[in-house]
């Protein structure tokens, strides 16, 4: 599709669980974000790439928290060991500017929604 | 700390008057100022973006405002409609290379 697209839409995590969330950004864009949104909140930056470059990882909580983009384009966000604390859903935005999305539109996924139980 | 404010949670208004939404900000000083518009399970869509040194942006029946001394932006909405019931967030960065600050957001809801 011509959209971000993310995967899984939903996913249950048994407490202490590993999980891996999916991005597949628009075709050629540089720039990728990682966001945490919780109920009622806006969503809070966890992590930035240009291309496969790791340029921030400043907002991600805990070295639970791991995201890669060995190749420049999809992109895995890992939780190690998931808490409660961790239930969210996770958003992930691209941009075709490589410094990222302050002075352009940025595209969001429609996010993966975790629950830990 | 840096601090984003919209107004309020919620705006509840009728169907062709105008929605007007708030945006603050403290300890900030943001080069960018973003707004988009987030339906229920789904991702924030971008809506518009204005720069500190802009006063207005326009679009169709959206306006933003963008006041860097009162550290605000209002977002408007004419002539609104049930469709434009959604949630609205502002987002603001500091300079190209660094990532969106939110605030939580206002749930606006326009009844007919």
């Known amino acids: 599709g011509a959209g971000v697209s993310q995967s899984p839409r939903y996913k249950v995590a048994k407490r202490g669980q590993d999980v891996a969330l999916r991005c597949d950004p628009i075709s050629g864009h540089v720039s990728l974000f990682w966001y945490q949104q919780a109920l009622g909140q806006g969503p809070e930056f966890l992590t930035y790439?240009?291309?496969?470059?790791?340029?921030?990882k400043s907002g991600l909580p805990s070295d639970r928290f791991f995201a890669e983009r060995p190749e420049g384009s999809v992109s895995t966000l890992k939780i190690q060991r998931t808490q409660q604390e961790d239930s969210a859903v996770y958003l992930c935005?691209?941009?075709?500017?490589?410094?990222?999305?302050?002075?352009?539109?940025?595209?969001f996924g429609q996010g993966t929604r975790l629950t830990v139980v | 700390s840096q601090k984003i404010e919209q107004n309020s949670e919620a705006l509840n208004i009728q169907e062709g008057k105008t929605a007007t939404l708030t945006c603050n900000y403290t300890?900030?000083?943001?080069?960018?100022l973003q707004w988009y518009r987030q339906d229920p399970g789904r991702g924030p869509v971008f809506l518009l973006l204005i720069r500190e040194n802009e006063k207005e942006k326009r679009k169709e029946r959206l306006k933003v405002t963008f006041d860097t001394t009162l550290k605000q932006s209002l977002f408007h909405i004419t002539a609104s409609q049930p469709a434009d019931s959604a949630t609205y967030l502002c987002a603001l960065a500091h300079q190209a290379g660094t990532a969106l600050i939110f605030g939580k957001g206002t749930t606006l809801s326009v009844s007919s």
């Open positions: 935005a691209s941009s075709k500017r490589r410094f990222g999305t302050a002075n352009t539109e940025a595209f």
């Open positions: 300890n900030y000083s943001p080069a960018y």
């Open positions: 790439f240009q291309n496969e470059a790791q340029l921030d």
